[in-house]
């Protein structure tokens, strides 16, 4: 699978979709959306998966990963994962870390990202703060 570089706006749609598909698509715009690095995985020239990533100095921060309901469980995210934490480590980033949904956590977990602190809320949904040193 072939993960590629996209432009910010082309994520809103997937992440609508997926993410929070019950509030307005402006809802899923992330202040800095502009500065940041966004990445997708395409199928037939649609895209299927979408993550952000936020740079500042040595650490990152995903953002708005999300891969469409029919693609799930198909290794899509992982691969996507696997893209990004290669792509950091090239860059000289050494540290990662995201708002995981509590749904997520095994996923998360296969990667070596861990918990920290405790569990809390976005709109009804929870999370942790997840973490690895890359």
Known sequence: MNVVEIKWQDTIPVRHQVLWPHKPPEF??????EQALH??????????????LYIDNNTARLRKFATLDAFQGKGIGASM????????K??????????ARESALGFY????????GALFYKSDVAYYKMCKSL
């Open 39 to 52: 990445f997708a995985v395409m199928n037939n020239q649609n895209i299927v998966c979408v993550a952000s």
């Open 28 to 33: 899923c715009r992330v202040e800095g959306d």
């Open 90 to 99: 090239q860059q000289g980033i050494n540290y990662l870390w995201f708002d």
């Open 109 to 116: 977990q296969r990667f070596g990202f861990e918990t920290t």
């Open 81 to 88: 994962i696997s893209h990004l934490i290669n792509n950091l």
